[in-house]
């Protein structure tokens, strides 16, 4: 199984940025495609960015492409989330997910969870 822990969440003003981190751990790790959601009170949990195994082709919500940035780390145990320009629509409690073998781009394709981080920006 595959564990994920998320870090760099906080409080931040409109238009500034945000690094997030997931930091994960597991034997068959290098073979899972990564994504983040999200999930804002009230709402249903969405897509932002995922990033495929095989090659690193990247995927993006429309609300954050040009914005948002996801990557993996140098060290291969992580995957990280650059958010630029940030809106208070942006906040949400922000998801690390792992999927076996193919990238997706909805949250019941993912397999393995951590236990989210919180962004908040204020207006």
């Known amino acids: 199984q595959v564990q994920l822990v998320e870090s760099g969440g906080g409080l931040v003003q409109a238009g500034g940025s945000l690094r997030l981190s997931c930091a994960a751990s597991?034997?068959?790790?290098?073979?899972?495609?990564m994504g983040w959601f999200r999930q804002a009170p009230g709402k249903e949990r969405e897509f932002v960015a995922a990033?495929?195994?095989?090659?690193?082709?990247?995927y993006y919500a429309d609300s954050v492409k040009g914005r948002f940035a996801i990557s993996r780390g140098n060290a291969k145990n992580t995957v990280n989330l650059q958010m630029n320009s940030l809106k208070p629509e942006d906040t949400a409690v922000y998801y690390c997910?792992?999927?076996?073998?193919?990238?997706?781009?909805?949250?019941?394709?993912?397999?393995?969870w951590g236990q989210g981080t919180q962004v908040t920006v204020s207006s």
């Open positions: 597991g034997r068959t790790f290098s073979t899972y495609a």
């Open positions: 990033i495929s195994r095989s090659d690193g082709t990247t």
């Open positions: 997910a792992a999927r076996r073998l193919v990238v997706g781009t909805t949250a019941p394709e993912y397999d393995y």
